[in-house]
């Protein structure tokens, strides 16, 4: 009985020694763009006289929050003694994976790319369901699925002079587009002082203007923005998001304020204008107290003519208004006759060339 005791014990030193021999590293870049089967590029090194099968576990973890993504377990393999390259071994398929994430969505076939971002990738390995490589010699390491080019600024062109009240500023999306889950964007605005370039007016300066999740590839500095001053330098930029987490930026452009067009734009502001906008909340809703309404439009059409509708909440017209729509921003004010009472909610409605409805809705309290 006692050398049976002594066999086993030599026995698990044995295996316990031999296993201990091994070691791994990726045989990719840190910071690349990686389709799902390249995370297997990996090199396990066994230093020991002694085959072995074994089975390979990854652990892939948001670096952000740690939260755990993904997780795998290769078929059991032969790894012989020297370098094995894991990814050349058919002998690790089927590989079995398993989801923690809505971040891993769109990362399920073996030909997906890992989304952009942060992550940090641990391996073990482990033989009949048993780790060998505890969590203390566990291999681990940060990757980074970067862009291979950032957000790039289209309009305005650098140093460019903007007129106000047609004031478009417009971007090119990171590439490749398709790493990216929910992409949006912030657009940030910022004086630039004395002795500041761009970059720096950007890093150290209050923003005067910042606005988030953009979904399209422009936007327009609006009527009721703060107003620019003229004969100073602003900077910009676009910063991207996946998932609501800050993924690359652009880089910084300047422009000034054209003079005439910041003092028609302070006019115009003097004026209660509605914005017509796409997916506008029927909830969200404008008090109107006079008899009388201003509406704000962005065209990136050319000169058309669209009818402007108002409709009760019941959806039955009120009114139709027959106007020239021209590219850039336009201004509308019509007076509310007794056709509009006090107390009811209104929409003002208008279908662009897209058939998109732009709309916005008010309250009458007069």
């Known amino acids: 009985m006692m050398n049976r005791i002594i066999l086993a014990i030599v026995f698990c030193l044995c295996i316990h020694v031999a296993f201990a021999q091994f070691s791994m590293g990726i045989n990719y870049s840190n910071s690349s763009i990686l389709q799902k089967n390249q995370l297997w590029n990996i090199n396990l090194i066994n230093n020991s006289v002694v085959a072995q099968t074994v089975s390979i576990n990854m652990m892939l973890y948001s ?17 012989k003694p020297g370098i094995t390259q894991v990814l050349l071994q ?20 073996i030909n997906s790319f890992l989304p952009i971002g942060k992550y940090r990738i641990c391996f073990s390995l482990s033989t009949n369901a048993e780790v060998i490589i505890s969590d203390k010699l566990e291999y681990c390491t940060d990757i980074m699925s970067d862009p291979l080019s950032p957000p790039i600024l289209n309009l305005p ?27 949006m964007y912030d657009f940030v605005v910022t004086k630039i002082y004395d002795g500041q370039n761009a970059d720096i007016a950007l890093q150290e300066n209050t923003p005067i203007h910042f606005q988030k999740n953009i979904r399209e590839l422009s936007t327009v500095y609006g009527i009721m923005d703060k107003k620019l001053d003229t004969g100073v330098y602003y900077a910009w930029k676009i910063m991207a998001t996946s998932n609501n987490m800050y993924v690359c930026q652009s880089d910084a452009r300047v422009f000034k304020v054209d003079d005439h067009s910041a003092k028609l734009k302070n006019d115009v502001k003097s004026i209660f204008y509605l914005q017509l906008k796409k997916d506008h909340a029927a909830n969200n809703f404008y008090t109107v107290t006079e008899k009388k309404i201003g509406v704000s439009y962005y065209s990136f059409d050319q000169l058309n003519k669209k009818d402007i509708v108002i409709k009760d909440i019941k959806g039955e017209v009120i009114k139709v208004y027959s106007m020239d729509i021209k590219y850039g921003d336009n201004y509308f004010y019509f007076n509310l006759d007794n056709h509009f009472k006090t107390g009811n909610t209104y929409f003002i409605e208008l279908q662009d060339a897209q058939k998109n409805i732009q709309s916005v809705s008010f309250k009458i309290e007069f």
């Not at 670096?63 to 790894?79: G, K, R």
């Not at 460019?160 to 889950?181: E, G, K, Q």
């Open 63 to 79: 670096v952000e929050d740690n939260e755990l993504l993904m997780s795998a377990i290769t078929n059991p393999f032969v790894s």
């Open 90 to 109: 058919n002998a690790i398929q089927p590989i079995d994976y398993t989801y923690y994430s809505a971040k891993m969505n769109n990362f399920r076939n």
């Open 157 to 183: 062109l650098d140093s460019a002079t903007v007129d106000l009240n047609n004031a478009l500023f417009s971007w090119l999306p990171p590439v490749p587009i398709f790493l990216f889950n929910h992409l």
